[in-house]
C-alpha cells in the first residue's frame, strides 16, 4: 500500500506559484495590449481557440483518455461557459474601460466569493463564520476601491468594475460545477474539455457581435493574442494542475494575491499606469479578507501566542 502524498508549500512549490501569478497577472496587460486593436469578445475567442492545439498535444502525449458520455462533453460546454467565455469577455471589456492593474485588484476577490458560493451550495465546504467576514472584507475592498460615487452617479468606470465582479461571482460558480460535475475526470482533460466548450460558445457569438476576426493586425497584437492562449491559458493550466497535485487547493489560492502586484507592475512600467491611493487601500482590505478566509495567518498568529505563552 503505497504513502499518502504530503501537500506542502516547499521551495519548487513556491517558484511554481510564482510563475502562475506571472502567467495570470500578465493576462491583464496582454490584454491590454491586445485591446487596442481587437475587440473583448474576439479576445476572448483567440485566447481559447489557440490555446486548445497547444493543450491537446500535452492530452494526447500524457494519453489522457477521451470522455464518450455525452453528459461530460455538455458538462464541458457548461464548464467553458462559466470558467472561460463569460469571465474572459467581462474582465477584456471591462479592461475597456479601467485600468489593467484595477481589474486584476477587483479579480482577487475570487477566492472569498468562491468560499461563499461553495459553502452555499456544497454541502462539503460549509459556510462558516470566516468565510462570511471574509467576504464581507473583500466586498469592503471593492466599496471603498470604487468610492460613493458608485451610488450616486452612473458612469462607464462603475459599471466596467462590476462586469469584474460579475467575472469572479462566475469563476466561483465554475469551481462549484467542476466538483460538482466533472470530479471524476482527468485534471487536464477538463481543462482541454473546458477550452472545446468555450470555443464552440464563442466562435458563433463573435460572428454575431463582431462580425469575422479580422488577421491584419500589427506584430505587437499578435504577440499580445498568442502570448494569452499559450501562456496565460494553456500552459498556465497545466503549472495550476501541478501546484494543485504538490501543494493542495488551500496553497493554490495564494496565486490570487500575487496575480494583482505582476499586473500593476507591468502596467505601471510598460503601459504608463498609475495605481491612484484608493485603489491600494482597496487591495489591503481585500487582501485582509483572503487572510481571513484562508485561516492559515490567524492559526500561525495564534499558535505562536501561545507559545509565547508557554515560555513566558
Do not use: C
Not at 475597456?96 to 468562491?114: K, W, Y
Not at 497584437?221 to 501562456?231: D, H, I, K, Y
Amino acid at each position: 500500500m503505497s504513502k499518502p502524498t504530503t501537500l506542502k508549500m516547499d521551495a519548487k512549490s513556491t517558484f511554481m506559484l510564482l510563475v502562475l501569478a506571472a502567467m495570470w497577472g500578465g493576462s491583464f496587460f496582454l490584454g491590454e495590449l491586445a485591446l487596442r486593436e481587437v475587440p473583448p469578445l474576439t479576445i476572448t475567442l483567440h485566447r481559447v481557440i489557440w490555446a486548445l492545439p497547444f493543450l491537446a498535444l500535452i492530452v494526447v502525449y500524457n494519453k489522457t483518455p477521451l470522455p464518450r458520455s455525452p453528459r461530460i462533453w455538455g458538462a464541458y460546454l457548461v464548464m467553458g461557459a462559466l470558467n472561460n467565455a463569460l469571465p474572459f469577455s467581462l474582465i477584456f471589456w471591462g479592461q475597456t474601460q479601467i485600468e489593467s492593474g484595477l481589474a486584476s485588484i477587483l479579480n482577487a476577490t475570487t477566492a472569498m466569493f468562491a468560499a461563499v458560493v461553495a459553502g452555499l451550495l456544497l454541502r462539503d465546504e460549509p459556510l462558516t463564520a470566516k468565510k462570511i467576514i471574509g467576504a464581507t472584507l473583500g466586498i469592503a475592498g471593492v466599496a471603498f476601491i470604487m468610492g460613493p460615487s458608485a451610488l450616486t452617479e452612473f458612469n462607464p468606470s462603475n459599471l466596467a468594475q462590476l462586469a469584474i465582479l460579475g467575472a469572479t461571482l462566475s469563476y466561483a460558480f465554475a469551481g462549484v460545477w467542476g466538483k460538482t460535475a466533472l470530479a471524476s475526470q482527468p485534471p487536464l482533460m477538463n481543462a482541454l474539455g473546458m477550452l472545446i466548450g468555450s470555443t464552440v460558445l464563442m466562435i458563433p457569438i463573435v460572428l454575431i457581435f463582431d462580425g469575422r476576426p479580422s488577421v491584419d493586425l500589427s506584430a505587437t497584437t499578435w504577440a499580445a493574442l498568442l502570448g494569452l492562449a499559450t501562456v496565460s491559458t494553456a500552459l498556465a493550466y497545466v503549472l495550476y494542475f501541478a501546484i494543485l497535485a504538490r501543494a493542495g487547493a488551500a496553497n493554490l489560492l495564494l496565486v490570487t494575491l500575487l496575480i494583482p502586484a505582476v499586473a500593476i507592475g507591468l502596467g505601471v512600467l510598460f503601459l504608463g499606469e498609475d495605481m491612484g491611493f484608493e485603489a491600494w487601500i482597496g487591495f489591503a482590505i481585500i487582501a485582509l479578507g483572503f487572510a481571513v478566509t484562508d485561516g492559515r495567518l490567524f492559526s500561525a498568529l495564534s499558535r505562536t501566542s501561545k507559545g509565547k505563552a508557554h515560555t513566558g
